[in-house]
């Protein structure tokens, strides 16, 4: 019987956790789980693990959280757990190249893009706010520069017209976890995947999120601002002015009717179906809303307590 293959993982968010478990597997010995130190979170700002630590430890994993893989004695410990394969998933981390050539196979990314399109940190969001109709996941044998490794293996997904970044971000998870469990039980049965060298053309970056980006101009068309409601759902919330009160807009969809000559942000029309706002080009329809300090409501609520929007319709 082949010893089991020595293996560590290292990732930080949500999305990383199904990847973990998809490694728990039959001839795979877990010998650590990276993830990065606890950070301060809530109004309390108390130290939060995150959900891989909070995986690991239920999973009884042996836990590491070094704050760099650059300092010297870190690579050393690493080295010291004479590695197989590093599985690396949003861990948010640099690997310097004493890591990545610690292990026999390599260092192995799951990243959630069809590569060389959506390059970097949040391919999910900018997915969404090109209006992509397809995105995915990829298997990548990691080097040096930023997401350019060879591609293992890739599976596609379509996007959803109603597709938020939070559900996108679950079903890619859950594709990603399964694609890394398909690549690890292909390499117990002996098979060397084969690394298949990204295209030079197609090359875009998805740079990290500003929260700024969320704050909604009237004046871009409307089929842009919806993309930018579903992109920033659930974080960091689209947010408008609309009639002197600044909202949080959680929900909203392009009307199927064209804009009068009313200029960009007039309320056009307020129902218990929504509040078509006039934007740069087309109408905006809003169907659910925050009021600061508030929750997460639908426009027929929000109505009730401003009845005045109704006068203020065009």
């Avoid at 039959?26 to 995986?55: C, E, F, H, M, N």
């Avoid at 196979?105 to 990243?111: E, K």
């Avoid at 379509?158 to 970044?165: E, F, M």
């Avoid at 871009?220 to 960091?236: G, N, Q, S, T």
Wanted: net charge positive.
């Amino acid at each position: 019987m082949a010893p089991p293959l020595r293996l560590a993982f290292a990732g930080t968010p949500e999305f990383a956790v199904p990847h973990l478990a998809a490694c728990r597997r039959d001839g795979v010995d877990i010998v650590a789980v990276y993830t990065q130190p606890d950070r301060p979170a809530g109004r309390g700002r108390r130290l939060q693990p995150s959900p891989v630590k909070q995986a690991a430890i239920e999973a009884g994993l042996p836990l590491r959280q070094p704050r760099t893989l650059r300092d010297r004695a870190v690579q050393r410990e690493l080295a010291v757990l004479e590695l197989d394969l590093l599985v690396v998933v949003a861990y948010g981390l640099i690997l310097p190249e004493a890591v990545l050539g610690s292990p026999r196979l390599g260092c192995w990314n799951v990243h959630a893009s069809l590569l060389p399109r959506w390059r970097g940190a949040a391919p999910i969001q900018r997915a969404l706010l090109a209006g992509d109709r397809e995105t995915g996941v990829c298997l990548m044998q990691m080097e040096a520069g930023l997401d350019t490794g060879p591609v293992l293996l890739s599976r596609a997904l379509a996007i959803a017209a109603d597709d938020t970044a939070g559900t996108l971000h679950d079903r890619l998870a859950a594709l990603g976890a399964a694609l890394l469990g398909e690549a690890l039980e292909r390499t117990l049965a002996g098979e060397r995947l084969a690394p298949r060298p990204q295209p030079d053309e197609g090359v875009c970056y998805a740079a990290k999120l500003d929260k700024a980006e969320a704050r909604l101009d009237w004046r871009e068309p409307a089929v842009l601002l919806e993309r930018k409601v579903r992109a920033f759902d659930p974080w960091p919330v689209a947010e408008a002015e609309l009639a002197g009160e600044r909202l949080r807009i959680w929900r909203a969809t392009v009307a199927a009717e064209a804009a009068n000559a009313a200029p960009p942000g007039t309320i056009r029309r307020a129902t218990r179906e929504g509040i078509d706002v006039v934007c740069g080009a087309g109408v905006l329809r809003i169907l659910e809303v925050q009021r600061a300090g508030g929750r997460r409501i639908a426009v027929a609520d929000y109505l009730n307590a401003r009845p005045d929007l109704r006068r203020l319709a065009s």
